[in-house]
C-alpha cells in the first residue's frame, strides 16, 4: 500500500482541526487593501515590469479575487460529487459515511468562507471584476465525467492547496494576514480531504482494466482543458478589471494576459499535479497514467 489512510483516523484528525468561519473572517471584517493578498509565487504580478508598484498590488488583488470565486466553484462540484459518492454507502462501514459526510460538510462551510471573502473584497475595491460562469454550469460539465477523473480532479485540488499555504507563508510578509490566514485554515482541512480522496479515488479505480483507466485519463484531461479555457479566459477578465481600475490601457495588453494566464495554470492545475502524493495516487492506480501527466504537466507550470 501506497499510504496508511483510513476512515476512522482520517475523521478524528478532521474533527481536531475543525474551525469556525469567525476564526478566519468575521462577517464584517474589512481587508487590508494597502497590500498585497496573493503570494507572489501564486499571482507573479511583482515581475511585470509594464506595471507600477501600485498597479501590480492592484492586479495581485484581482487575481486574489479570481481565487475566491474559482474555489468557489471548484467546491461547489466537490460538494455534490461527495454527496453522490456518500449516498450508495449510508448503510456500510459507518466511519466512511461520517468521514464523507463531515467532508462534505466542511466544503460547504468552505464555500460560505470564499463568500464572506469575496463580499468583504466587493466591499473595498473600487471596480467590479467580471467571472467566468455561471458556476452551475461549469460543475454540470465537470460533472458529466467518469466520477474517476472527476475524483482525480478533486484529488488534486486538495493537494495544491497545500502549495498555496506555503507560498503564502514563504513568500514575502507583506500579504494581508487576513489571505495568510485562509489559505492556513483552508489547507489544515484540505489535508484530510485529500487522504479522504486518495481513498475514494481507489475505491473508484478498482478492478478497472488497463484501457479503461486510459479513458478515464482522457477525461481527466479533458476536465483539466475545460478548466484551462476557463482561467484564459478569466485572465482576459482580470485585465479588463485592472484597466478599469487603474484608468488606463495597458500597452502589452496580451503579454500580460498569457502571462497571467500561465500564473492561474500553475495556481489551479500545475500545483496539484506535480504534488508527491498525488503523483503516488497515479502511480499506485497505472504507471501508464502517470507517465501520461508527467507529460503533460510542464504545460501548467
Ligand atoms: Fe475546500
Ligand atoms: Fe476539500
Redesign the pocket.
Given at each position: 500500500m501506497y499510504h496508511d489512510f483510513n476512515y476512522e483516523a482520517t475523521l478524528a484528525s478532521s474533527l481536531r482541526a475543525q474551525w469556525q468561519l469567525d476564526d478566519v473572517l468575521g462577517a464584517d471584517q474589512e481587508l487590508d487593501f494597502s497590500r498585497n493578498f496573493m503570494p507572489e509565487s501564486l499571482a507573479r504580478t511583482a515581475v511585470l515590469d509594464t506595471l507600477n508598484p501600485f498597479e501590480q498590488r492592484i492586479l495581485n488583488q484581482i487575481s486574489a479575487h479570481q481565487y475566491l470565486t474559482i474555489f468557489g466553484v471548484v467546491?461547489e462540484f466537490i460538494l455534490p460529487f461527495l454527496v453522490d459518492h456518500a449516498r450508495p454507502h449510508l448503510l456500510g462501514d459507518d466511519w466512511r459515511v461520517r468521514a464523507i459526510l463531515n467532508f462534505a460538510t466542511e466544503?460547504a462551510k468552505?464555500i460560505h468562507l470564499f463568500k464572506r471573502f469575496h463580499d468583504a473584497f466587493v466591499r473595498g475595491f473600487p471596480v467590479e471584476c467580471q467571472m467566468i460562469g455561471p458556476s452551475e454550469a461549469i460543475g454540470a460539465e465537470v460533472l458529466r465525467h467518469d466520477p474517476l477523473a472527476v475524483g482525480l480532479v478533486i484529488l488534486m485540488i486538495e493537494w495544491m492547496t497545500q502549495q498555496h499555504y506555503l507560498g503564502s507563508i514563504r513568500d514575502d510578509g507583506d500579504i494581508d494576514p487576513l489571505f495568510k490566514s485562509l489559505m492556513k485554515h483552508?489547507w489544515m482541512?484540505?489535508a484530510q480531504h485529500a487522504k479522504l480522496d486518495t481513498l475514494i479515488v481507489d475505491a473508484l479505480a478498482e478492478g478497472r482494466s488497463e484501457a479503461e483507466l486510459d479513458r478515464a485519463i482522457d477525461e481527466f484531461l479533458e476536465i483539466g482543458g475545460f478548466l484551462d479555457n476557463g482561467l484564459k479566459t478569466q485572465a482576459e477578465f482580470n485585465l479588463d478589471a485592472l484597466e478599469k481600475a487603474i484608468g488606463r490601457k495597458v500597452e502589452n495588453r496580451d503579454e500580460i494576459i498569457a502571462q497571467q494566464h500561465q500564473a492561474a495554470r500553475w495556481t489551479y492545475i500545475g500545483s496539484g499535479m506535480v504534488h508527491e502524493r498525488f503523483k503516488a495516487t497515479l502511480e499506485a492506480i497505472s504507471p501508464n497514467a502517470a507517465k501520461r501527466l508527467a507529460e503533460v504537466a510542464p504545460v501548467f507550470a
Open positions: 467546491e466544503e468552505h483552508h482541512e484540505e
